[in-house]
């Protein structure tokens, strides 16, 4: 497993790759953005923007998630459920956020104090996106998989049922209250960002 390297294994992985074969996803920051086509519509989702007007008037604080198929998506997503259900904050839907600028969600997140933003690894693939929305001043973003992968346990995870159910939940129980501690201390959770072997 990638977490018994040793040092001098540590600087090949940096490299090439994990030590046991697997290729090791390597962690930089490409310097060239991109941007994606979107077609736009006119519709909007009625339930959305009732949800959206409702949480506007309220001032609750949106948060979203990664939604990724894979494991350590599904315990951001569920974590973003458990955060939102505190005061003052309001699980968002990423989807109109991203794609609908028009739509009462969206201007919710415009208009909201803050964005908490929950990703599931170090990609920050909503967070990435988010930031171009409204601003990185205006956005709270949290990596999970730093909150919960301490001894490296869930470093090879792709498939959610790799994991039981209860341990699903008992994981992002522990992501929910380390970013509701975080959120009501204002401090940042600080935690270096995890690589992974064999999955991105």
């Not at 930089?28 to 409702?54: H, R, T, Y």
Request: proline fraction near 4%; glycine fraction near 8%.
């Amino acid at each position: 497993m990638c977490a018994e390297r040793n040092t001098d294994k540590k600087k090949k992985s940096a490299a090439t790759g994990c030590s046991d074969g697997k290729e090791n996803i390597i962690m930089s920051k490409s310097k060239q953005n991109f941007s994606i086509e979107v077609e736009g519509m006119k519709a909007v989702c009625p339930l959305g923007e009732v949800v959206g007007n409702k949480m506007i008037a309220e001032g609750k604080i949106p948060v979203i998630s990664c939604e990724g198929g894979c494991f350590r998506g599904e315990i951001a997503r569920v974590a973003a459920h458990m955060v939102a259900k505190e005061e003052p904050y309001s699980r968002g839907c990423h989807g109109e956020m991203f794609t609908a600028p028009r739509s009462a969600m969206a201007e919710w997140a415009r208009k909201a104090n803050k964005v908490v933003v929950i990703d599931g690894c170090f990609m920050h693939c909503h967070g990435r996106i988010m930031k171009n929305i409204v601003g990185h001043e205006n956005m709270i973003q949290f990596d999970a998989l730093p909150m919960y992968n301490k001894d490296n346990k869930y470093s090879d995870t792709m498939l959610v049922d790799e994991i039981p159910e209860a341990e699903r939940k008992d994981l992002a129980r522990q992501v929910a209250d380390k970013i509701l501690a975080s959120l009501k201390d204002s401090t940042p959770f600080n935690s270096e960002p995890q690589l992974s072997c064999g999955c991105a």
